[in-house]
């Protein structure tokens, strides 16, 4: 069974800095590119970041670019997502989720598999 | 604001059909780029429904249907389950942004 474990939300001052990890079960990690989505409270969803199955090439919205960093240890099967200069604007829930192997680059695929979500509030 | 239009809301009958409808413009849906669906049901992760525009995941059932046409793309579903009640949210990828991009989402209420 696939799974995604996501970890390391929780309340952090505007500015600060948070780590984000998504434990991968289930499925062959290192063969599938992986992204980083959220949705505010009670909001759509937003894409924030995509990286390759190799780690070697990664994407980002432009409302992170420069201050979210997506990497990814194949080794251990885990996803990161390091968020630094963090604004009340990044206040919502982020869903590690897996990407379809259909062909065609990354970031056009859909979504096949999705965790949990872990909240990441930014306040003072 | 989001870049690809849904309606904020739909609703029907059990046993009837709604259509949910996602807008975008030439630098996404109208310039050929995949549209995707998701389902995400009350307090729950998003579940795709859709991929590639018409295509469905194995379990998921032939009752949801996706198409497209120019600029726009459509999810409809056929014999409305009290289940179904759920957000939609229709995905692409814009060029101009250079950025993935979804609809601000659907609700289904079923009455």
């Known amino acids: 069974e696939v799974q995604l474990l996501e970890s390391g939300g929780g309340l952090v001052q505007p500015g600060g800095s948070l780590r984000l990890s998504c434990a991968a079960s289930?499925?062959?990690?290192?063969?599938?590119?992986m992204s980083w989505v959220r949705q505010a409270p009670g909001k759509g969803l937003e894409w924030v970041s995509d990286i390759s199955e190799s780690g070697r090439n990664t994407y980002h919205a432009g409302s992170v670019k420069g201050r979210f960093t997506i990497s990814r240890d194949n080794s251990k099967n885990i996803l990161f997502l390091q968020m630094n200069s963090l604004r009340a604007e990044d206040t919502a829930v982020y869903y590690c989720?897996?990407?379809?192997?259909?062909?065609?680059?990354?970031?056009?695929?859909?979504?096949?598999?999705w965790g949990q979500g872990t909240l990441v509030t930014v306040s003072s | 604001q989001s870049v690809l239009t849904q309606p904020p809301s739909v609703s029907g009958a059990p046993g009837q059909r709604v259509t949910i409808s996602c807008t975008g413009s030439t630098s996404n849906i109208g310039s050929g780029f995949d549209v995707h669906w998701y389902q995400q049901l009350p307090g729950t992760a998003p579940k795709v429904l859709i991929f590639g525009n018409t295509n469905r995941p194995s379990g998921v059932p032939d009752r949801f249907s996706g198409s497209k046409s120019g600029t726009s793309a459509s999810l409809a579903i056929t014999g409305l389950q009290a289940e179904d009640e759920a957000d939609y949210y229709c995905?692409?990828?814009?060029?101009?942004?250079?950025?993935?991009?979804f609809g601000g989402g659907t609700k289904v209420t079923v009455l």
């Open positions: 289930g499925f062959a990690f290192s063969t599938y590119a």
């Open positions: 995905q692409s990828y814009d060029s101009s942004l250079s950025d993935v991009v």
């Open positions: 989720a897996r990407d379809m192997i259909v062909g065609g680059h990354i970031v056009l695929v859909a979504r096949d598999a």
